[in-house]
């Protein structure tokens, strides 16, 4: 049953791939631009969550290990630290859970893209 599972989610994965390379093929740059839109974007957001204080250990509990916890955000949270080492730790740590909303940023890129492209049309048909 375990190999049942390997094998859907590699043909899953393969599918997916072959999605990709389909709409590099028809949108080009275009689905490029909107999938670093939203990366950059949930980057930014992931950060900012991080440092205008949201309770990153209590986030991180539903998707990790309390050891796994404590490599992420670097042991105690009220050690003293520069403010460069604490930027760098956030940074690190929005990246990680960045990192997290992959296969979400893939379907969302994957079914925004030919939206955008019929509203740019659409537009430029228009004038």
């Known amino acids: ?19 990709l390379k389909e709409l590099w093929r028809e949108y080009g740059l275009l689905g490029v631009g909107i999938h670093s839109t939203v990366y950059v ?11 205008y204080g ?18 992420v955000l670097g042991g105690d949270a009220t050690q003293s630290r520069s403010s460069h080492q604490r930027l760098a730790g956030e940074f690190a740590v929005a990246w990680s859970l960045c990192a997290l909303t992959g296969p979400a940023r893939g379907v969302f890129t994957l079914a925004a ?3 955008v492209a019929k509203l740019l049309k659409r537009n430029a048909d228009k004038e």
């Open 1 to 19: 049953n375990n190999n049942n599972n390997n094998n859907n989610h590699e043909a899953k994965k393969k599918r997916n791939k072959q999605k």
């Open 41 to 51: 974007a949930t980057l930014s957001t992931c950060w900012a969550a991080i440092h």
């Open 113 to 115: 893209t030919p939206t």
């Open 54 to 71: 949201v309770d990153m250990h209590s986030v991180l509990s539903h998707v990790m290990s309390e050891e796994s916890i404590h490599q």
